[in-house]
């Protein structure tokens, strides 16, 4: 992880002030591994104390183990971002053990191939119930909290495939990730007399294990090198993005979807 691993600074260094996310915290779910692991590391960082939400246990420790390393404040919680009253408890635990809820990154999600015919019914089931009803169940919980408050920024995670193009042998997640960008700018309207920015990532073809569990080496080289930039995203480079969604830097910024893709939608 590099640099991103540097924990929060002392306090009496006199550069406290340059944390973005301080006395912040966020629930990161998918936090496991990959995109959502980076996100939560960079985001503790930067200050925050963050809720590491994953249905792995050994993955969401091992988050919370390198945050701690590095002087930061986090949490483990079992979630499957699927299951309504799971939901639910997880976004509580965050408010009583971490003591607020000010970010929620909705980064849970799965991938899997077939065209329409090749889709069997549970698989399409599973899908549209991880990617699109999980950032829904997740969102309207941290909702609840954030609308009493005043405040809060909620990003989801779609794709560049499902938001800007389709991609072949992919129906059910390009459906999930479609549903979750138009359901980000659903939420953004209707929230955001309330002070609360809803915003979503598009990543391109990111170094993930979810990626390289669906791809062989050769197919992502090769799928890299059609990109303008020639290769696949790293997951620290869509945490900065993140992070800027999630602090004031974005005060100004809702219903946004940002493609953080290397190129690939410019030339679609």
Same mark, same amino acid.
């Given at each position: #992880?590099?640099?991103?691993?540097?924990?929060?600074?002392?306090?009496?260094?006199?550069?406290?002030?340059?944390?973005?996310? +301080?006395?912040?915290?966020?629930?990161?779910?998918?936090?496991?591994?990959?995109?959502?692991?980076?996100?939560?590391?960079?985001?503790?960082?930067?200050?925050?104390?963050?809720?590491?939400?994953?249905?792995?246990?050994?993955?969401?420790?091992?988050?919370?183990?390198?945050?701690?390393?590095?002087?930061?404040?986090?949490?483990?919680?079992?979630?499957?971002?699927?299951?309504?009253?799971?939901?639910?408890?997880?976004?509580?635990?965050?408010?009583?053990?971490?003591?607020?809820?000010?970010?929620?990154?909705? /980064?849970?999600?799965?991938?899997?191939?077939?065209?329409?015919?090749?889709?069997?019914?549970?698989?399409?089931?599973? #899908?549209?119930?991880?990617?699109?009803?999980?950032?829904?169940?997740?969102?309207?919980?941290?909702?609840?909290?954030?609308?009493?408050?005043?405040? /809060?920024?909620?990003?989801?995670?779609?794709?560049?495939?499902?938001?800007?193009?389709?991609?072949?042998?992919?129906?059910?997640?390009?459906?999930?990730?479609?549903?979750?960008?138009?359901?980000?700018?659903? #939420?953004?309207?209707?929230?955001?007399?309330?002070?609360?920015?809803?915003?979503?990532?598009?990543?391109?073809?990111?170094?993930? +294990?979810?990626?390289?569990?669906?791809?062989?080496?050769?197919?992502?080289?090769?799928?890299?090198?059609?990109?303008? #930039?020639?290769?696949?995203?790293?997951?620290?480079?869509?945490?900065?993005?993140?992070?800027?969604?999630?602090?004031?830097?974005?005060?100004?910024?809702?219903?946004?979807?940002?493609?953080?893709?290397?190129?690939?939608?410019?030339?679609?």
């Amino acid at each position: #992880m590099g640099n991103i691993l540097n924990g929060p600074l002392p306090p009496g260094t006199g550069q406290e002030h340059s944390m973005r996310l +301080p006395s912040q915290v966020a629930l990161v779910t998918g936090a496991a591994s990959g995109i959502s692991r980076a996100v939560a590391i960079r985001f503790a960082k930067e200050g925050a104390a963050v809720m590491v939400a994953d249905a792995s246990e050994s993955g969401g420790a091992e988050t919370v183990e390198l945050i701690r390393a590095n002087g930061g404040t986090a949490r483990y919680a079992r979630l499957d971002v699927s299951l309504p009253e799971d939901v639910k408890q997880v976004v509580q635990s965050a408010i009583q053990e971490l003591g607020d809820l000010h970010i929620l990154f909705n /980064g849970a999600g799965i991938l899997a191939y077939g065209t329409a015919l090749e889709t069997t019914e549970d698989a399409w089931n599973r #899908m549209i119930a991880v990617n699109l009803t999980g950032t829904f169940l997740c969102s309207r919980a941290a909702l609840s909290h954030m609308v009493l408050k005043g405040r /809060g920024a909620i990003i989801n995670v779609a794709s560049t495939t499902g938001s800007h193009d389709a991609c072949a042998h992919a129906a059910a997640y390009v459906s999930s990730k479609g549903g979750v960008t138009l359901l980000t700018r659903s #939420m953004a309207i209707d929230y955001a007399k309330q002070g609360i920015r809803v915003n979503v990532i598009c990543p391109g073809p990111t170094d993930t +294990p979810m990626l390289r569990k669906a791809l062989t080496p050769q197919e992502l080289d090769e799928f890299a090198k059609t990109f303008p #930039m020639c290769r696949l995203g790293r997951p620290e480079e869509i945490a900065a993005a993140a992070l800027f969604l999630a602090s004031e830097d974005a005060s100004f910024v809702t219903g946004a979807v940002l493609h953080v893709d290397g190129g690939q939608t410019a030339q679609v």
